[in-house]
């Protein structure tokens, strides 16, 4: 393994909640992130009128990362299962949101 920062490509990127998905991005997300760093992708609102007080989704990741000036060396998958549970006052404003994700399968393997 190496130090330093690395570059990662999200080469698929699948998520659904209940019976919505996620569209497929225009382009690829890629970046360059210091070690021991945590980064967020950023998907689309949920209209009020489909929020339900528990709801659960799959995920399903592929990231290529490596060195920041060399190729792509390795390639981390994840799948997991979403529950989602959203707490919501009597003007059906939400108050709370909780999120517990149970790991499925992941794999992190070199990229041949």
Do not use: C
């Not at 528990?54 to 190729?71: D, E, F, R």
């Amino acid at each position: 393994m190496w130090s330093g920062a690395i570059r990662i490509e999200v080469e698929e990127f699948n998520l659904t909640i209940e019976d919505r998905f996620l569209p497929e991005a225009d382009r690829k997300v890629s970046m360059t992130i210091p070690r021991l760093s945590a980064r967020g992708l950023r998907s689309g609102a949920f209209k009020q009128e489909v929020i339900k007080q528990k709801m659960v989704g799959n995920l399903k990741m592929i990231v290529l990362y490596g060195k920041i000036n060399a190729p792509f060396s390795r390639s981390y998958t994840l799948r997991s299962k979403l529950y989602l549970g959203i707490q919501q006052s009597a003007a059906g404003q939400i108050t709370a949101v909780g999120l517990v994700d149970e790991f499925l399968s992941e794999s992190d393997v070199p990229i041949l």
